[in-house]
Protein backbone atom coordinates (compact mmCIF):
# COMPACT_ATOMS: atom_id res chain seq x y z
CA UNK A 1 0.00 0.00 0.00
CA UNK A 2 1.36 3.82 -0.87
CA UNK A 3 0.61 5.79 2.17
CA UNK A 4 2.75 8.49 0.75
CA UNK A 5 -0.34 10.83 1.34
CA UNK A 6 -2.39 9.30 3.98
CA UNK A 7 -1.66 12.51 5.96
CA UNK A 8 -3.01 15.88 4.65
CA UNK A 9 -1.67 18.99 5.12
CA UNK A 10 -3.85 20.04 7.58
CA UNK A 11 -2.07 16.84 9.55
CA UNK A 12 -5.70 14.92 9.33
CA UNK A 13 -5.28 11.35 8.04
CA UNK A 14 -7.34 10.64 4.63
CA UNK A 15 -7.66 7.06 4.30
CA UNK A 16 -8.84 7.63 0.72
CA UNK A 17 -5.28 8.99 -0.55
CA UNK A 18 -3.84 5.08 0.26
CA UNK A 19 -2.95 3.50 -3.55
CA UNK A 20 -1.52 -0.03 -4.12
CA UNK A 21 0.74 -0.33 -6.05
CA UNK A 22 2.64 -3.79 -7.42
CA UNK A 23 6.33 -5.60 -6.73
CA UNK A 24 7.87 -7.86 -8.85
CA UNK A 25 10.99 -9.86 -9.88
CA UNK A 26 11.99 -11.24 -13.56
CA UNK A 27 14.63 -13.51 -14.48
CA UNK A 28 15.43 -14.95 -17.73
CA UNK A 29 18.30 -17.56 -17.33
CA UNK A 30 20.47 -19.36 -19.41
CA UNK A 31 21.88 -22.76 -18.45
CA UNK A 32 24.28 -25.11 -19.33
CA UNK A 33 25.32 -28.72 -18.47
CA UNK A 34 27.76 -30.79 -19.72
CA UNK A 35 29.14 -34.43 -18.17
CA UNK A 36 32.79 -34.24 -17.53
CA UNK A 37 32.94 -37.94 -16.81
CA UNK A 38 31.34 -40.77 -16.67
CA UNK A 39 31.97 -44.33 -15.60
CA UNK A 40 30.19 -47.61 -13.66
CA UNK A 41 30.68 -45.97 -10.56
CA UNK A 42 31.65 -41.92 -10.78
CA UNK A 43 29.65 -39.40 -12.36
CA UNK A 44 31.08 -35.68 -12.75
CA UNK A 45 28.47 -33.28 -14.34
CA UNK A 46 29.42 -29.28 -14.73
CA UNK A 47 26.94 -26.69 -15.36
CA UNK A 48 27.06 -22.94 -15.34
CA UNK A 49 23.95 -20.36 -15.06
CA UNK A 50 23.83 -16.95 -16.31
CA UNK A 51 21.05 -14.69 -15.34
CA UNK A 52 19.38 -11.09 -16.10
CA UNK A 53 17.37 -9.89 -13.15
CA UNK A 54 14.85 -7.00 -14.02
CA UNK A 55 13.22 -5.64 -10.50
CA UNK A 56 9.60 -3.26 -10.46
CA UNK A 57 8.43 -1.78 -7.60
CA UNK A 58 5.36 0.11 -8.80
CA UNK A 59 6.11 3.16 -10.98
CA UNK A 60 8.98 4.67 -8.32
CA UNK A 61 12.17 2.12 -9.25
CA UNK A 62 13.12 -0.38 -11.24
CA UNK A 63 16.59 -2.34 -11.65
CA UNK A 64 18.50 -4.60 -14.04
CA UNK A 65 20.80 -6.59 -13.20
CA UNK A 66 23.07 -9.52 -14.22
CA UNK A 67 24.90 -12.40 -12.32
CA UNK A 68 26.81 -16.48 -13.05
CA UNK A 69 26.16 -19.21 -10.76
CA UNK A 70 28.79 -22.44 -11.60
CA UNK A 71 28.14 -25.81 -10.15
CA UNK A 72 29.46 -29.42 -9.87
CA UNK A 73 28.07 -32.40 -9.04
CA UNK A 74 29.81 -36.08 -8.19
CA UNK A 75 28.11 -39.58 -7.89
CA UNK A 76 30.03 -42.22 -6.65
CA UNK A 77 28.76 -45.31 -5.82
CA UNK A 78 26.03 -44.73 -2.78
CA UNK A 79 27.78 -41.55 -2.32
CA UNK A 80 26.55 -37.74 -3.87
CA UNK A 81 28.63 -34.60 -3.24
CA UNK A 82 27.67 -31.23 -4.88
CA UNK A 83 29.37 -27.72 -5.19
CA UNK A 84 27.13 -24.80 -5.98
CA UNK A 85 28.77 -21.17 -6.49
CA UNK A 86 26.07 -18.71 -6.71
CA UNK A 87 26.56 -15.22 -7.67
CA UNK A 88 30.44 -16.05 -7.99
CA UNK A 89 30.86 -12.84 -10.07
CA UNK A 90 28.76 -10.71 -7.40
CA UNK A 91 25.43 -10.18 -8.80
CA UNK A 92 25.20 -5.97 -9.64
CA UNK A 93 21.65 -4.46 -9.43
CA UNK A 94 21.40 -1.02 -10.74
CA UNK A 95 18.25 0.88 -9.58
CA UNK A 96 16.74 3.84 -10.86
CA UNK A 97 13.86 5.84 -9.27
CA UNK A 98 11.19 8.24 -10.60
CA UNK A 99 9.20 10.33 -8.09
CA UNK A 100 6.84 13.49 -9.08
CA UNK A 101 7.54 16.67 -7.41
CA UNK A 102 4.71 16.10 -5.10
CA UNK A 103 6.03 12.85 -4.04
CA UNK A 104 9.52 14.54 -3.34
CA UNK A 105 7.87 16.88 -1.35
CA UNK A 106 6.24 14.37 1.18
CA UNK A 107 9.38 12.48 0.92
CA UNK A 108 11.66 15.39 2.37
CA UNK A 109 8.95 16.86 4.45
CA UNK A 110 8.98 13.41 6.21
CA UNK A 111 12.74 13.43 7.06
CA UNK A 112 13.10 10.82 4.04
CA UNK A 113 16.40 10.59 1.91
CA UNK A 114 15.06 10.93 -1.77
CA UNK A 115 17.10 8.57 -3.72
CA UNK A 116 18.60 8.89 -6.98
CA UNK A 117 20.73 6.27 -7.71
CA UNK A 118 22.03 3.22 -6.16
CA UNK A 119 23.78 -0.07 -7.36
CA UNK A 120 22.58 -3.53 -4.99
CA UNK A 121 25.37 -6.09 -4.72
CA UNK A 122 24.70 -9.99 -3.98
CA UNK A 123 27.51 -11.14 -2.62
CA UNK A 124 28.81 -14.76 -3.78
CA UNK A 125 28.36 -17.84 -1.73
CA UNK A 126 29.34 -21.15 -1.80
CA UNK A 127 27.18 -24.24 -1.02
CA UNK A 128 28.39 -27.46 -0.26
CA UNK A 129 26.60 -30.44 0.05
CA UNK A 130 26.77 -34.31 0.88
CA UNK A 131 24.12 -37.42 0.24
CA UNK A 132 24.06 -40.64 0.69
CA UNK A 133 21.30 -43.56 -0.18
CA UNK A 134 20.21 -46.17 2.27
CA UNK A 135 18.80 -49.23 1.08
CA UNK A 136 16.23 -50.10 3.74
CA UNK A 137 14.32 -53.22 1.28
CA UNK A 138 13.55 -53.58 -1.92
CA UNK A 139 10.78 -50.78 -2.14
CA UNK A 140 12.26 -48.19 0.29
CA UNK A 141 15.61 -46.27 0.51
CA UNK A 142 16.61 -43.44 2.77
CA UNK A 143 18.29 -40.48 1.19
CA UNK A 144 20.33 -38.57 3.70
CA UNK A 145 21.80 -34.63 2.94
CA UNK A 146 23.42 -32.18 4.89
CA UNK A 147 24.48 -28.98 3.34
CA UNK A 148 26.98 -25.79 4.45
CA UNK A 149 25.83 -22.73 2.96
CA UNK A 150 29.09 -20.59 3.33
CA UNK A 151 29.14 -16.78 2.56
CA UNK A 152 32.18 -14.22 2.53
CA UNK A 153 30.20 -10.96 3.32
CA UNK A 154 31.04 -10.69 7.44
CA UNK A 155 29.61 -11.94 10.16
CA UNK A 156 26.65 -13.53 10.75
CA UNK A 157 24.31 -15.11 13.30
CA UNK A 158 25.20 -18.15 12.14
CA UNK A 159 26.46 -21.96 13.64
CA UNK A 160 29.79 -21.19 12.51
CA UNK A 161 30.66 -17.36 12.56
CA UNK A 162 33.24 -15.22 11.76
CA UNK A 163 34.48 -12.26 9.61
CA UNK A 164 33.99 -12.17 6.76
CA UNK A 165 33.07 -16.33 6.26
CA UNK A 166 30.11 -17.18 8.33
CA UNK A 167 28.39 -20.67 7.65
CA UNK A 168 24.97 -21.85 7.89
CA UNK A 169 24.14 -25.70 8.20
CA UNK A 170 21.48 -27.54 6.55
CA UNK A 171 19.99 -30.81 7.23
CA UNK A 172 17.36 -33.49 5.49
CA UNK A 173 15.86 -36.68 5.10
CA UNK A 174 13.91 -38.28 1.77
CA UNK A 175 12.54 -41.76 2.14
CA UNK A 176 11.65 -43.19 -0.95
CA UNK A 177 8.42 -45.80 -1.52
CA UNK A 178 8.68 -47.83 -4.79
CA UNK A 179 9.83 -45.20 -6.41
CA UNK A 180 6.23 -43.11 -6.45
CA UNK A 181 5.84 -41.59 -3.01
CA UNK A 182 8.88 -39.54 -1.75
CA UNK A 183 8.64 -38.10 2.72
CA UNK A 184 10.68 -35.63 2.91
CA UNK A 185 11.95 -33.51 6.53
CA UNK A 186 14.89 -31.26 7.08
CA UNK A 187 15.85 -28.24 9.66
CA UNK A 188 18.07 -25.18 8.44
CA UNK A 189 18.48 -21.53 8.96
CA UNK A 190 20.13 -22.24 12.82
CA UNK A 191 20.40 -18.91 14.63
CA UNK A 192 20.47 -17.55 18.00
CA UNK A 193 17.15 -15.63 19.35
CA UNK A 194 16.10 -14.74 22.26
CA UNK A 195 14.28 -16.91 24.69
CA UNK A 196 10.42 -16.42 24.91
CA UNK A 197 9.43 -15.09 28.00
CA UNK A 198 13.14 -13.54 28.44
CA UNK A 199 12.88 -9.77 28.15
CA UNK A 200 14.78 -9.09 31.61
CA UNK A 201 18.13 -11.90 31.62
CA UNK A 202 18.30 -11.72 27.48
CA UNK A 203 19.11 -15.16 27.58
CA UNK A 204 19.62 -16.51 23.92
CA UNK A 205 18.81 -19.61 22.21
CA UNK A 206 19.05 -21.11 19.53
CA UNK A 207 16.46 -21.67 16.74
CA UNK A 208 15.95 -23.09 13.10
CA UNK A 209 13.79 -23.83 10.87
CA UNK A 210 11.72 -27.03 10.25
CA UNK A 211 10.09 -28.02 7.05
CA UNK A 212 8.24 -31.15 5.68
CA UNK A 213 7.29 -32.07 2.51
CA UNK A 214 5.79 -34.93 -0.06
CA UNK A 215 6.33 -36.45 -3.29
CA UNK A 216 4.67 -38.18 -6.14
CA UNK A 217 6.43 -39.60 -9.19
CA UNK A 218 4.10 -41.20 -11.64
CA UNK A 219 5.98 -41.67 -15.17
CA UNK A 220 7.03 -38.57 -16.35
CA UNK A 221 4.93 -36.66 -14.30
CA UNK A 222 6.10 -35.60 -10.74
CA UNK A 223 4.02 -33.35 -8.06
CA UNK A 224 6.34 -31.71 -5.16
CA UNK A 225 4.70 -29.98 -1.50
CA UNK A 226 6.44 -28.94 1.13
CA UNK A 227 5.47 -26.96 4.37
CA UNK A 228 7.65 -24.81 6.23
CA UNK A 229 7.32 -22.35 9.00
CA UNK A 230 9.56 -19.12 7.43
CA UNK A 231 10.10 -17.56 11.15
CA UNK A 232 10.92 -19.86 14.39
CA UNK A 233 9.15 -22.34 16.74
CA UNK A 234 7.60 -19.90 18.71
CA UNK A 235 6.29 -17.26 15.99
CA UNK A 236 5.37 -19.43 12.77
CA UNK A 237 4.93 -17.83 9.64
CA UNK A 238 3.62 -21.10 7.29
CA UNK A 239 3.77 -20.92 3.76
CA UNK A 240 3.36 -23.82 1.52
CA UNK A 241 4.85 -24.60 -2.09
CA UNK A 242 3.77 -26.99 -4.64
CA UNK A 243 6.16 -27.71 -7.68
CA UNK A 244 4.95 -30.06 -10.79
CA UNK A 245 7.55 -31.27 -12.88
CA UNK A 246 6.54 -32.99 -16.75
CA UNK A 247 9.53 -34.56 -18.32
CA UNK A 248 8.60 -34.56 -22.11
CA UNK A 249 11.23 -36.56 -23.40
CA UNK A 250 11.56 -40.26 -22.97
CA UNK A 251 15.12 -42.09 -22.13
CA UNK A 252 15.64 -44.13 -25.04
CA UNK A 253 18.26 -46.21 -23.23
CA UNK A 254 15.68 -46.77 -19.99
CA UNK A 255 12.95 -47.53 -22.52
CA UNK A 256 15.21 -50.17 -24.63
CA UNK A 257 16.25 -51.70 -20.94
Keep these: MNTLFLVEPD ?25 LKQSSNKNIDFGLNAKIIHRNVGKFAKAWGFGLDAGLQIHSNKWKFG ?9 F ?49 LLAEANLDITFDGQRNTPISADPVSADPKLGLELNINKIVYVRGGINNFQKALA ?30 AFTNLANQSNPLFTHVFSLQVVLVNDKNKKKK
Excluded: H, M
Excluded at 83 to 91: A, E, S
Design 196 to 225: DGDTLNQKKVWIYQPSAGVGFQIQNVKIDY
Design 93 to 141: NTWTFNFTEKEKEVLYLTNNEIPVKSTELTAPRLVIGVARDFLLTQKLS
Design 83 to 91: FVGRDITTT
Design 11 to 35: GSINYNNIQAFSSADYAFLLSFAQN
